[in-house]
């Protein structure tokens, strides 16, 4: 069999970091461990480098048809580099201070990151679930690295509980549609369950199952439950990454999924794709106003974003056209914008927690304490409030505009309601940054550099995104697979 | 002769897992555990797939049962009788007794009176074809999945200085 090497490229050389990064670990002593951020950084680096020589590439399909590289992987690709960059950037004055395995950590980081990438390509079940457990496996670990910490291993423990349940579930759907369609191709289940109707109930089964796994990858309703623990218990740094790229690589799992494979059933999943991202949303939002720590509002938060994301799925028409392309660009769009405002926000919390502390009480003040890190906070928290002209606001208005284009009104109605209600939580951490007198905490919040290059490339984004919105709608409608 | 033999398998897969849900005791759950899947196992070698029969007593039986107890007796955990479930056992009945129920009837009803004629087994020849060729893919993620489960592991376990 013949192999493109070119398009493998990007994994090729993570491969090649990951275990460079194994290696080097090994041979420093344990004053000199903080090199290893720099090499895992540069490894990263090269992988970014090597997936922007594919971008613009006609399609590639390789490895028996199973690893395909067109603009949905290279843009997602380049997506999950950029937050691995930002996590790595984040981490390391996290790790020093908090006393946490340096050398294990990065290498984890990156070998969730491959599964990352090999996700984004894969477009058989077979790839695309193994791809997730590469995600997930060294989650776990690093959810509970700060080993002393019993939160941390409560958060690992979760974390690790639910989501072999949730693999179990979805394995078992897959292997239902393999027993029915005798493929694990996405394009080729579609076929055959276009051409036998008679097995039309046992698929619909084997998708709910399916939905069902994702729902805890992507922390939808009812199966969210894990989330608060399992970011506030493990080191901050890991909590943004499973809320960016963790959750990113879900929603890819099952975007390809659900528009590939399963379309043609759309009529009877769309109402319970509707309820499950309403329910999400609403009850993220609710929640959230009754969190006092800011690692559990950001976690509550994300469900809330989860729900917008997971909404363009319910106005997919099972005869295609443009409706579908408009709601997969919706998603990607959200997921582009997303990651920037999330990680930010989490940035800007790591950088207070190292002296302020990480309950919102302990953000009374900040206004006048640290104006940079109060303002760019506000930036994030309004972003993801979907307030104008950040970038948030133009994710949103994606998502209400492919919604009503789907012509599925009241869902966008409930997501008006949740927008509002959202609010109320951000703009509360927001008053107390600046309309409360500060408390003890300390004059002059120090921010290490590469913290400080965290925040900035998340700003930066934000604004942007926020002023030119067809920047990401642009890329968003050329990386869909419709 | 074939239904005869699953009818007996599949009756001692049943009893040993309702079994292996309702003890109160640690390794009596273990042994439940190996029974279901030895019959698991044998049910495999009945649809003529040898490989994945031995594979399943290698793995399951051979090293994830046998991790158990030992888990059981390095960690030193209460083995006796004990309260091993918690206070939503009847939801958890009703729950499993729901997806049984839905997903046996649509299976039932699909596949009714359909028969299954098994052309020629599939030998560790084909397989090993397959998986280096077609499906080297997912082999290689698999790799990776493991050296970071070893990785995991390893610092998990050892000792803080």
Known sequence: ?482 | MQQVVFGIVAALIVFAAVRLVTTRNLVHGALYLLAVLAGAAILFLLFLAEFVAWVQVLVYIGAVVVLLLFGLMLTRAPIGNMALDSQTRPLAAVVSLAIFGITSTIVWKTFKGQTVHFSKPNTVDTLGRAIFSQYVLPFEIVSVVLLAALVGAVVLARKEE
């Open chain 1, 1 to 482: 069999m013949q192999i493109d090497y070119a398009a493998v490229a990007p994994e090729l050389v993570l491969t090649g970091a990951l275990c460079i990064v194994l290696v080097v670990d090994l041979v420093l002593p344990d004053n000199r461990k903080g090199l290893i951020m720099p090499v895992s950084l540069l490894g990263v680096a090269g992988t970014l480098l090597a997936l922007l020589a594919l971008a613009g590439d006609p399609t590639r399909t390789t490895l028996g048809g199973m690893f395909v590289v067109d603009s949905f992987a290279v843009t997602l690709k380049i997506l999950f580099c950029v937050a691995a960059l930002l996590t790595l950037a984040m981490s390391y004055d996290y790790l020093r201070k908090e006393g946490i395995h340096q050398g294990e950590f990065y290498f984890l980081l990156l070998c969730s990151l491959l599964g990352m990438l090999t996700i984004a390509s894969s477009r058989d079940l077979l790839p695309i679930f193994v791809s997730l457990e590469l995600v997930s496996v060294p989650a776990f670990v690093l959810a509970g690295l700060q080993k002393i910490d019993v939160k941390s291993n409560e958060a690992a423990l979760k974390f690790f509980l639910f989501s072999i349940l949730s693999t179990a579930v979805m394995l078992f759907g897959m292997s239902l549609i393999y027993g029915i369609t005798g493929t694990t191709n996405l394009a080729e289940i579609a076929v055959r369950l276009a051409a036998t109707p008679v097995l039309r109930s046992i698929a619909v089964l084997s998708v709910f199952f399916v939905v069902v796994g994702f729902g805890f990858k992507i922390s939808a309703f009812p199966f969210q439950w894990w989330v608060p623990d399992t970011y506030e218990g493990s080191p901050v740094p890991v909590a943004a990454f499973l809320s960016v790229a963790s959750k990113t690589a879900g929603f890819v799992g099952l975007l390809q999924i659900m528009f590939i494979a399963f379309h043609g059933l759309a009529d009877v999943w769309r109402p319970f794709i509707a309820a499950v991202a309403i329910l999400t949303m609403t009850f993220g939002n609710l929640v959230a106003l009754t969190q006092r720590h800011i690692v559990r509002l950001l976690a509550y938060s994300s469900i809330g974003q989860a729900g917008y994301i997971l909404l363009p799925l319910a106005v997919v028409n099972v005869n295609g056209g443009s409706v579908n392309h408009e709601a997969f660009a919706a998603s990607i769009a959200y997921l582009l914008i997303y990651a920037f405002m999330e990680m930010g926000a989490f940035s800007v919390a790591v950088a207070y927690g190292r002296e302020g502390g990480y309950f919102i009480d302990d953000y009374a003040g900040l206004g006048y304490r640290a104006p940079g890190l109060a303002v760019v906070m506000t930036v994030f928290l309004f972003s993801l409030a979907g307030i104008p002209p950040l970038a948030g606001w133009a994710a949103k208005l994606f998502i209400f505009r492919a919604v009503i284009d789907g012509h599925e009104y009241w869902l966008a109605v409930a997501m008006a309601v949740n927008t509002v209600i959202a609010l109320f939580y951000y703009a509360k951490v927001v008053r107390r940054m600046f309309f409360e007198p500060a408390g003890d905490g300390p004059l002059g919040v120090k921010v290490p550099l590469l913290l400080q290059a965290t925040i900035a490339v998340s700003t930066v984004m934000v604004l942007l995104v926020g002023i030119l919105p067809d920047l990401a709608a642009h890329l968003a409608r050329m990386s869909t697979l419709v």
